[in-house]
């Protein structure tokens, strides 16, 4: 099934750090640009940080600084390196792109995978 998946998630104290990873599932990503969304309970989805083909990389406020995104096309997999989380990071995080059916060679676009908890205590 064509999808992407998010692991990686976990409760984690303050100060602490997580990898999270999108791997696209019997597919592959396009050129595009790869985003990681959040979503806190009671708030809008928001851009994490996004990162193209190219390997050029686009962060919110919030994240530069603190978290890296990466990209193994290779894998299909795209990681986001979270250090110096705070409480204010909780929520559950989504990966978004494009992706190319390994079988068919068809593009599904705008793709979401079901998400990861992060958890920070404080």
């Known amino acids: 099934q064509v999808r992407l998946v998010e692991s990686g998630g976990g409760l984690v104290q303050a100060g602490g750090s997580l990898r999270l990873s999108c791997t696209a599932s019997?597919?592959?990503?396009?050129?595009?640009?790869v985003g990681w969304y959040r979503q806190a309970p009671g708030k809008q989805r928001e851009l994490v940080a996004s990162v193209t083909g190219g390997g050029s990389t686009n962060y919110a406020d919030f994240a530069q600084g603190r978290f890296t995104i990466s990209r193994d096309n290779g894998k299909n997999t795209v990681f986001l390196q979270m250090n110096s989380l705070k409480p204010e990071d909780t929520a559950r995080y989504y990966c978004?792109?494009?992706?190319?059916?390994?079988?068919?060679?068809?593009?599904?676009?705008?793709?979401w995978g079901q998400g990861t908890q992060v958890t920070v205590s404080s």
């Open positions: 019997e597919s592959a990503f396009t050129g595009n640009a």
């Open positions: 978004n792109a494009d992706l190319v059916s390994a079988v068919f060679g068809t593009v599904r676009r705008n793709s």
